[in-house]
């Protein structure tokens, strides 16, 4: 398993509309929340995590993990939570960062190595994780779950004062490509948006 210098940061800080306002990061799935169980997948891949939150729930510090607030206010989606993790680990002397979301547990657990290893071949700034589906017969990107080039700070925080809000409209600035997972059963980037995802997720993980 990949144990590279290559931190990576939770992003958890929505604002869980579809869930009657309760923090989806602590929805129970079989006895672990949702964010023990990414906390568990990301540390069989990097020894530095951090959790990115606006909350203030005393939950969040039980992993001993750095809580990273958004470093530009206003809830500005997950754009401003890639910036904070950017400069967390760029104040580390991180040249890379990967972040991933606490609503989609079961991503690949060679997700980390895929990604740098991609980065490395291509030489992209940005490498997205991406996903087929049979349904829709078409690859899916999935811009939260990303590998950032540090040095792109400094462009993303001028964006975010312009008012870019979407990852892809900032990420089309600079070089990006991606890698495709799949998974037969499921969608490895399948997330938790609403209580019936929360009981298709326990189906899923029972019959695994």
Known sequence: MFKGEVPAVILSGGQSRRMNRNDKAFSSILGKTLLEIVVDRLQRQTQQIAINTNSNSPKYVQHGLPILNDQIGGF?????????????????????????????????????????????????????????????????????????????????????????????LWSERHKACNVCFSDERIDPFFNVNTPDDIVLLKEYLTEK
């Open 76 to 168: 500005l989606g997950p754009l401003a939570g890639i910036f904070t993790a950017m400069k967390w680990a760029n104040d580390m002397g991180h040249k890379e960062v990967m972040t991933v979301a606490v609503d989609t547990p079961l991503f690949p657990k060679n997700l980390l190595e895929e990604l740098f290893q991609k980065m490395k071949k291509s030489n992209s700034d940005i490498v997205f994780a991406a996903s087929f589906s049979d349904y829709k017969q078409r690859k899916i990107l999935h811009p939260v779950f990303g590998l950032w080039k540090t040095y792109l700070l400094e462009d993303l925080s001028n964006e975010l004062k312009k008012g870019v809000r979407k990852v892809i």
